[in-house]
């Protein structure tokens, strides 16, 4: 270890901790970067593992071999304690403690998931999908006649990538809708249709209270409702921040359970900084305190992270986060806060819903294509959401634009967008909704 130059430790090799790690590197060649990681796999991409599952993808092409940069990853080590006072950070590795010395350190420890305090979470045939060995388990005992307990994300990924292998699948959920909260009822309403549409059964107000076996193996899901009878069930009812640590160190938790970081995610401590899904940060819409779980989020955070712990003075402009969920051949996303969190926070807004379509009359193949804007009543948008077949993510990605510039359905109505028949109509799905909005509402 060079002595006079920083040195850097970054705890976590996940989406933030990886590009704090490489970003690291770049900014400040010269410096020492070490990150601690938990795992034995040098990083994985969580993202791609309902495509392993559903048999898309090998379970080794989601799994890292080498670092992105000139990092030193040391990997089955689990950090136990940040020593503030001496800057050290303590982990386990082997049954061995070690200390390494830090100038700046970043923490990057993501979430942990939640398993329900149920009978038989201990049976064979229940599983989750979380990472790598999480999935290999569950591969090696996924049955025919499944349950996904959880309309997540993760739960409407994982239940439609089953059902396209002829899977019988049952997806249940405890609240009336899916994603509550996070998608509003027009779009959670268009999910549910298409994911029924491929043959999984869906049972919202259907809370799991137990699971049910023999001779050691599952065999029924039970809810209130009555027993689902079941050979596998995918438990992914949600996580929280994985702030055990931090909060051991005498770091600030805040409200949501993630460790509270400022503007330039620093916590108080002005030699340690948080990024990503264990960071509580400000939501960019409503400005208050927000954890994320997205991998966009986390990538942006833990570039700033790593400019600002070296010595950079980037402000985090709050969180926006987009998501972009496959439910079969059609896709749905949205961005910034759905009309339901709206309410809940006593933010006036206003909601308008487009169904057109996503290509021209004359061009084969074309199919439905909604947009569900959110707005304040003078017109700026607030959040989205978008369901359909082709050019989900291009909307996502300009509507994210649109609220970080500060567009009004009134701007957006008369904007341009590319146009070329085989890939999208004319009249844009997003303008026409704009375009609605702003009538709908008298905001021209
Ligand atoms: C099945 C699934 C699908 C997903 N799909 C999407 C998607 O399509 N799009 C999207 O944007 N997001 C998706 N996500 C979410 C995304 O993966 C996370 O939001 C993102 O990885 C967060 O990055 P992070 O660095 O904060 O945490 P993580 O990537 O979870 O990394 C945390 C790391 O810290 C390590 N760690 C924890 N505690 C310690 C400790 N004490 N000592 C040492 N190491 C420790 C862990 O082993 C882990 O490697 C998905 C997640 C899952 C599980």
């Not at 292998?165 to 249709?193: C, F, H, N, W, Y």
């Not at 017109?379 to 050019?391: C, D, E, N």
């Not at 510039?405 to 085989?422: H, K, N, S, T, V």
Request: hydrophobic residues 45%; contains cysteine; positive net charge.
């Amino acid at each position: 270890m060079s002595r006079g130059l920083m040195q850097y430790v970054v705890v976590g090799h996940g989406t933030a901790g990886q590009t704090a790690a490489a970003v690291l590197k770049k900014v400040d060649p010269d410096s020492e970067v070490y990150v601690v990681e938990r795992g034995k796999h040098v990083s994985i991409h969580p993202c791609a593992l309902p495509m392993v599952l559903g048999g898309r993808l090998p379970l080794d092409a989601v799994v890292e071999t080498a670092p992105k940069g000139r990092v030193n990853v040391i990997l089955r080590s689990e950090a136990k304690l940040i020593d503030r006072k001496r800057k050290i950070l303590v982990f386990e590795r082997d049954g061995e403690t070690q200390e390494i010395p830090y100038d700046r350190l970043i923490l990057a420890t993501g979430l942990k998931p939640i398993f329900p305090k149920v009978r038989g979470m201990d049976l064979e045939g229940v599983g989750t999908v979380w990472d790598v060995e999480s999935v290999e388990r569950l591969l090696k005992m996924l049955g025919n006649k499944i349950v996904v307990v959880g309309g997540s994300a993760t739960g409407i990924e994982v239940a439609a990538e089953l059902a396209r292998t002829g899977r019988e699948v049952t997806l249940i959920e405890a609240m009336e809708q899916l994603m509550p909260g996070k998608v509003d009822p027009p779009i959670a309403s268009t999910v549910a249709k298409a994911l029924t549409d491929m043959g999984v059964r869906i049972r919202l107000k259907t809370p799991m209270t137990e699971l049910e076996g023999s001779g050691g193996r599952l065999k029924y899901v039970v809810t209130p409702a009555g027993r689902i009878e079941a050979d596998t069930a995918i438990v992914v009812i949600g996580a929280r921040p994985n702030s055990d640590l931090a909060a051991k160190s005498g770091l600030e938790i805040g409200t949501t359970g993630a460790v509270k970081v400022n503007d330039y995610l620093f916590t108080a401590d002005p030699h340690i900084l948080a990024a990503g899904d264990v960071a509580e940060v400000k939501d960019f819409v409503t400005e208050k305190p927000t954890a994320t779980g997205l991998a966009s989020t986390a990538l942006v955070q833990g570039r700033i992270a790593a400019e600002n712990a070296a010595g950079g003075k980037i402000r985090y402009r709050g969180a926006l986060s987009p998501y972009l969920i496959p439910v079969g051949d059609r896709w749905f996303g949205g961005v910034g806060i759905s009309a339901s969190k709206a309410e809940k926070l006593g933010i006036e807004y206003r909601a308008f819903r487009f169904a057109g379509s996503d290509l021209p009359r004359y061009i084969e193949g074309r199919d439905r294509f909604i947009v569900w804007m959110v707005t304040d009543p003078e017109g700026r948008l607030l959040g989205a959401q978008v369901f359909g077949r082709r050019g989900v993510r291009d909307r996502i990605t300009f509507l994210t634009a649109a609220i970080y510039a500060g567009f009004r359905a009134q701007d957006i109505r008369l904007m341009e967008f590319a146009y070329q028949p085989e890939v999208c109509d004319l009249l844009d799905p997003v303008a026409v909704a704009a375009e609605g909005m702003a009538r709908k509402y008298r905001l021209i």
